[in-house]
């Protein structure tokens, strides 16, 4: 006798997931089926069968469960959905009741989708599938959060903490998207370029007196200062020229499309990077006097006027040019990303910008890694000074040659001290791009990329009080303390201090007992420039006295010490000697 069993088709048909993605069936105590369409067939004899629905793309889910046969095929469909996640950001340092805002970014074919929340609460929660997004924290005038946006990869429920400071910096707001910032040392105006507006707003002081219509999209802005106009790099082509009574003069070389532009006070001329051209440009008469071939693409660039060469940001190096051959004469490794790069003529040093990027972050941390503001001296770097998050901007006191680094993601504007290449100073500003001095009111102006703000902030001006040491053996240890200011040390010759306008009173002192200062304590008055103030060290001695008896009266006698003879006609003899 033959056993017939019945088979019947259960057809498993699912929607929900990407195109080609693959899914499993799993039959309890049965086989597991996988598949890059969107069905799966079985056969099966009558019965309860319970069944599991997995992919391979773990953003996605589906549920299972069981299915009855009993005589006939069946059709069982499947829906996948994404999974869904929360993202929590805690506030910390705002009154309480202060409404508050996120923006959160993320993108698809279309482009960027954004999502802004706000809150009266400490607390705001989005809900969101996986994938990369984008956040920033929203402009909160009188506050700034000490990271106002960050990214990365969402594939788990994440809390972020935002901490606000208090920083009441003055603000104005000029064009969309303001970028590059320049201030005019001949008309003591501050020329801000506005990206998306294509304009160029004019400030004097704390006002707006101005705004300049351009053609598309202005970036970096250059002074001349032989024939007071500015050139303004268009990224849509082109360098747009503002002349002397503040209008929007020509456009020239519309051609030309330029990644940088710097200006060479040796010869009158400008250089514009493109890529693998520098052009050399005659602003007398707005043409080209030269294009030069260059082997390796350069984009923003330096002029060390003293040497008369360019440093050029070539990937992650540093090109140095000789800019009137083209000649690379060195290429200065990096190892990080470089974002700017400036020539400081007070110390004759580069400074360069660079981030270095968290890509193995978990969650919303990618930007969270300390930047470098590198400090190059000829061909080499010889100090590496760690910044905030994502440098970028870098701008120079000309006064005294302090650098300012903006730091975009970690919303701060360090202060760097151009004698010694360290940090004095840290101003909280709403994702700070790119900064000028205004040497004529101390005014610090601060474009942002979080918004049409330019703020305003007030620079004490320092100046350099050098102390130079005489009569101690090299490489002895020295000691000025500085009341009120702190205690500095050196092995060299030299102590440098950057202080303001004030008086001061000071100590010297030094690790070898042997030496003392002539005069170990004093004062000094900074006013409006730098001092030099001289320390004479000596040797200490003491006094060691021979006194004798016997001989007639006027008889010369001697005593021998340490070699050194002493003659005497007295009835005494003084050696001065340090302890030995």
């Known amino acids: 006798q033959t056993l017939t069993i019945n088979l019947y088709n259960v057809t498993f048909t699912e929607t929900g997931l990407p195109k080609g993605t693959g899914w499993y069936l799993n039959i309890t105590n049965g086989p597991t089926i996988y598949s890059y369409n969107n069905t799966i067939s079985i056969f099966e004899e009558n019965g309860t069968f319970y069944y599991s629905i997995s992919s391979s793309n773990k953003n996605y889910f589906a549920s299972g469960g069981t299915f009855t046969i009993s005589g006939s095929n069946i059709a069982i469909y499947v829906q996948f959905v994404l999974k869904s996640y929360t993202l929590t950001f805690i506030e910390s340092g705002l009154p309480s009741g202060t409404l508050w805002a996120i923006t959160l970014v993320t993108y698809n074919n279309s482009g960027p989708v954004s999502n802004t929340l706000s809150s009266f609460s400490n607390e705001i929660v989005f809900s969101v599938t996986p994938g990369y997004y984008f ?8 506050y700034v959060p000490t990271i106002s946006a960050n990214s990365g990869n969402v594939s788990s429920n994440i809390t972020q903490y935002i901490q606000f ?38 400030l004097n002081g704390t006002t707006v007196v101005n705004s300049i219509p351009t053609t598309q999209n202005p970036e970096e802005l250059v002074l001349d200062p032989n024939n007071g106009l500015i050139y303004v790099l268009m990224v849509s082509g082109g360098i747009g020229v503002i002349n002397t009574v503040g209008n929007y003069d020509t456009l020239i070389l519309k051609n030309y499309y330029f990644n940088n532009l710097v200006f060479d006070p040796n010869n009158g001329y400008l250089y514009a990077s493109g890529y693998n051209n520098l052009t050399v440009i005659d602003p007398m008469t707005d043409q080209v006097v030269q294009v030069i071939s260059l082997s390796i693409p350069i984009y923003e660039m330096t002029l060390d006027t003293q040497s008369n060469t360019l440093y050029a940001i070539s990937g992650e190096n540093v090109s140095v040019i000789n800019p009137a051959n083209g000649d690379l ?8 990303y470089p974002a700017w790069i400036a020539y400081d003529q007070v110390n004759g040093e580069v400074y360069v910008a660079v981030d270095t990027y968290n890509i193995n972050a978990i969650g919303l941390s990618v930007d969270s890694s300390n930047g470098y503001l590198l400090v190059i001296s000829g ?27 903006s730091n975009l993601v970690s919303d701060d504007v360090q ?43 007030t620079i004490q001006e320092n100046y350099t009080v050098t102390f130079i040491n005489k009569g101690l053996p090299s490489g002895t ?16 010759n030299s102590i440098n201090v950057s202080l303001s306008d004030g008086s001061y009173n000071y100590d010297i002192s030094t690790s070898d007992k042997k030496y003392a200062p002539e005069q170990n304590s004093g004062s000094f008055t900074v006013n409006g420039k730098g001092i030099i103030i001289y320390v004479n060290f000596k040797l200490v001695t003491y006094s060691i006295i021979f006194r004798e008896t016997g001989l007639p009266y006027g008889q010369q006698w001697s005593v021998t010490l340490g070699g050194a003879i002493n003659n005497s006609n007295s009835n005494m003899i003084i050696f001065n000697e340090p302890n030995g």
């Not at 998207?177 to 294509?198: E, G, H, R």
């Not at 790119?434 to 902030?457: C, H, P």
């Not at 000025?480 to 205690?487: F, P």
């Open 329 to 336: 004469e060195a290429i200065i490794n990096l190892n990080y």
């Open 477 to 492: 240890a020295w000691y000025v303390n500085i009341s009120n200011v702190g205690s500095f040390k050196s092995t060299g």
């Open 135 to 142: 956040y920033y924290v929203n402009f909160l005038n009188g």
């Open 165 to 202: 400071i208090k920083a009441d910096n003055q603000y104005l707001q000029v064009g969309s998207q303001p970028d590059f910032v320049l201030y005019d040392n001949i008309n003591k105006l501050v020329y801000v370029a506005n990206f998306n507006s294509s304009s160029v707003s004019v």
């Open 379 to 405: 061909f080499s770097i010889i100090k590496e000074i760690s910044t905030g998050f994502f440098p970028i901007g870098i701008s120079i006191d000309p006064l005294n040659g302090n650098v300012f680094i």
């Open 415 to 457: 202060i760097v001290d151009g004698q010694n290449n360290t940090i004095i100073g840290n101003i909280p500003v709403y994702i700070p791009l790119f900064s000028a001095l205004d040497t004529s009111n101390g005014l610090l102006y601060i474009t942002s990329e979080g918004g049409n703000y330019v703020f305003m902030v």
